[in-house]
């Protein structure tokens, strides 16, 4: 019996261009012109769809309507390249990372000079398990917009990933060099440097870590997740190198906001226990609450921290506040 043969990202990609000249050969000789979008209307139509994808995902909406009409739109027009990929980036947002590839492979034999197309491609590759075609597709993006330094964010994730420290950092080196100002290569440096571990390299991390945190743009909402996104792992940094007390100091800076949220509070009582502070971890979770006074999950983690830590008493006044929030813990 001859070998099965394995599909893999690059093939998908290879067959793509003669699957597509296909389809659009059957589909002009079957289906009749009349009632069906011009290109221009097509294209129209894919724009406003993607302006609401776009929104929809900022709002945490149901991505799911939109999947009819953007479908609806490649069957009647496959030759239409930002249908295709729009399509892919809803199929990759809702998990279905082989049909994801498949439209982004279609849009790139259709296209293949579309750098962010290209690393669209490459994430979805890697995520099915193809580090070759995933590498290929992003040095692709990078070769074909070498000016665009967020171009080459995806290739040094994927080499980082690989445990590839020095080809990610020249990477990341070269993204600083076109712009200075670029947060997120700091951050990924920073990640090299804590993964490789050398001698002095745990400064180096936590010294690009600092540097992202530094140079996010204020006022911006995206900023503040990233501010805290990066604090907590510049904290865990501290932690993993025996530090705990700076890790607690880190993250006692953040905002008010960002400082009793549900995670940061996490990381706080984690550091803290670790030192033997189960009792200020139970304190933590109690100034939340005052914050927050009928959360009763602040209310139950400070009873429980407090009775790790031997304060009967504090355990004791939190679960009264607990039942106060929800009467019926106490039954």
Do not use: C
């Amino acid at each position: 019996m001859p070998p099965r043969r394995r599909f893999t990202p690059l093939s998908i990609l290879a067959a793509a261009g003669a699957v597509l000249l296909l389809m659009a050969g059957i589909y002009q000789a079957t289906r009749p012109a009349s009632g069906l979008p011009t290109a221009e209307e097509a294209q129209a139509q894919i724009e406003d769809l993607a302006v609401r994808f776009s929104a929809a995902i900022e709002n945490g909406r149901d991505v799911g309507p939109l999947r009819q009409p953007i479908e609806a739109i490649v069957d009647h027009r496959p030759g239409l390249r930002d249908g295709r990929k729009l399509l892919g980036q809803l199929y990759a947002h809702v998990g279905d990372t082989a049909m994801a590839y498949e439209q982004f492979a279609a849009a790139l034999s259709l296209d293949p000079e579309e750098p962010r197309l290209q690393n669209l491609a490459g994430t979805a590759a890697a995520m099915l398990g193809d580090a070759t075609a995933a590498e290929t597709h992003h040095r692709l993006a990078v070769r074909q917009a070498p000016d665009d330094p967020a171009l080459r964010l995806p290739l040094a994730d994927l080499l980082i990933e690989q445990e590839r420290w020095d080809e990610a950092r020249d990477v990341l080196l070269g993204a600083l060099s076109i712009r200075v100002t670029m947060h997120e290569a700091n951050f990924l440096l920073g990640e090299v440097y804590a993964g490789r571990g050398g001698e002095g390299d745990a400064a180096l991390a936590a010294g690009q870590f600092e540097k992202a945190i530094a140079k996010l743009p204020p006022g911006r909402p995206s900023s503040e997740v990233s501010r805290v996104a990066y604090t907590r792992r510049l904290a865990s940094l501290y932690a993993e190198i025996g530090e705990p007390r700076e890790a607690v100091a880190v993250l006692d800076a953040l905002p008010e906001a960002a400082r009793f949220s549900p995670g940061v509070l996490a990381d706080l009582a984690g550091y803290l226990d670790g030192q033997g502070q189960a009792v200020l971890a139970g304190l933590q979770y109690e100034m939340a609450l005052d914050r927050q006074p009928t959360n009763a999950g602040y209310a139950a983690k400070a009873a429980e921290w407090y009775e790790r830590g031997g304060d009967a008493r504090a355990a004791a006044l939190m679960r009264a506040r607990l039942a106060e929030i929800r009467p019926d813990t106490s039954r």
